[in-house]
């Protein structure tokens, strides 16, 4: 499998912990799009490139797996990886990892360029496709994670 990429680190502040006294569903999304965010700025739509190019990414969809419990004040770290790319989607695939390397959430998801003007797709900028395909040598799972591409859907004996 492809190396993830180390996004970002934090730790669970006591607002995200919900009444099962774990942290509660709605914040490993908010982690995971910190994530997306993290990468948007790796692949150089910061800030003041959307301003300058009214360009950005949209998550199309996204597919998260709970894995583990996470406490309060617990560490944790976003990785990324690739899974596929073209000249205006990236899927990628995240992984939350606790305190000594507990997997506790995963995150697949596809990103989409966005023209901000015409509020439509539209193919990233020839810099950005460059910082993509950049990543994509070192980050291309080589297979895909058990989680990637999941139906959800009650099993039923026959």
């Known amino acids: 499998m492809g190396e993830s990429k180390f996004i970002l680190q934090h730790e669970v502040p006591e607002e995200w912990i919900d009444y099962n006294g774990h942290m509660n569903d709605a914040e490993y999304v908010r982690a995971f799009s910190w994530g997306v965010d993290r990468l948007m700025k ?5 800030d003041d490139f959307r301003e300058r190019n009214k360009y950005t990414i949209y998550t199309m969809e996204s597919h998260i797996c709970y894995l583990d419990e996470m406490k309060l004040g617990e560490k944790f770290d976003i990785r990324m990886q690739l899974i596929d790319y073209d000249a205006k989607r990236v899927h990628v695939f995240y992984e939350l990892f606790g305190e000594n390397g507990k997997r ?13 003007a015409s509020g439509k797709a539209a193919a990233f900028p020839e810099e950005v496709f460059e910082e993509v395909e950049g990543l994509a040598k070192h980050h291309t799972v080589d297979e895909k994670p058990k989680e990637a591409g999941r139906v959800i859907g009650i099993r039923r004996k026959k």
């Open 104 to 116: 506790a959430a995963t995150s697949e998801q596809m990103l989409m360029g966005v023209d901000q």
């Open 42 to 46: 790796q692949i150089g739509i910061t």
